[in-house]
């Protein structure tokens, strides 16, 4: 019995050293996701665009296929309670140093308006096995209103002619929106709007936004009311 139990380890290690010499050599791959496009403002029950990029920082081809998720968070950590956006499998391989780009219309949950999180985990699944699984998350701040109409709390006309609204939700959150030109006080107008962050329209936030809104104005007043709706 014992020449037969000696030969059997012996194959055992062989397969081990095998595979550590195999995997060295080829590589492996490593995701990453590195951005999340999104407008910064969203509203309960209205869809938003989103998309995200993501790369391939390892050493080795990502085979196809592997599934993305995108989680709507009231924190920056996954867990129970977020609410799953959207779930995209990337279907072809992604080669060492390439990227790739998943998009998706989604539709706002009907949550508590509030400050909340879009995160996204890329290989979800783990069907990639990866230098490292710690890098695979993106998480991208998105302010959520409720359908409910929103307070205007001052309206100001600026020096170029183009309008300001600072305007706030019942539960409290704070926004100000800017006509893209000059428009004229006390007068209904659908004009499409950008979010602005300190009143100065950056490529930026166009881009990241991807934000003109609809506006419907009330006129104005500061008991005055309107609503905002998908363009
Ligand atoms: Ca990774
Ligand atoms: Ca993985």
Redesign the pocket.
């Known amino acids: 019995m014992s020449p037969i139990a000696i030969k059997g380890r012996a194959c055992v290690l062989g397969t081990v050293t095998l595979f550590v010499v195999a995997s060295s050599a080829l590589g492996q791959p ?3 996701p590195t951005g999340i496009t999104a407008p910064a403002l969203g509203t309960t029950q209205h869809t938003i665009d989103v998309s995200w990029d993501a790369e391939n920082r390892g050493n080795g081809e990502a085979k196809a296929s592997w599934y993305d998720t995108l989680y709507l968070s009231a924190d920056e950590v996954v867990g129970a309670g977020d609410l799953t956006l959207a779930q995209l499998a990337r279907s072809q391989p992604v080669a060492a140093g390439g990227t790739y780009t998943l998009a998706q219309t989604v539709t706002v949950p009907n949550v508590a308006a509030g400050n909340y999180y879009l995160i996204v985990l890329v290989d979800v699944y783990n069907y990639v096995y ?4 710690a ?2 998350q993106f998480t991208k701040a998105i302010a959520i209103t409720g359908p409910e109409t929103l307070r205007i709390v001052a309206i100001n006309k600026m020096a170029n002619g183009r309008l300001r609204i600072d305007f706030q939700s019942i539960s409290g959150l704070t926004h100000h929106l800017e006509t893209c030109g000059a428009m004229e006080e006390g007068l209904w107008a659908r004009e499409p709007f950008y979010i602005t962050e300190d009143g100065t329209e950056t490529q930026e936030e166009i881009a990241g936004t991807g934000a003109t809104l609809s506006i419907y104005v009330v006129p104005a007043g500061p008991r005055a009311f309107y609503r905002i709706a998908a363009p």
Do not use: A, G, M, T
Not at 130 to 133: K, L, T
């Open positions: 490593d995701l990453r990866e230098e490292s699984e890098n695979n």
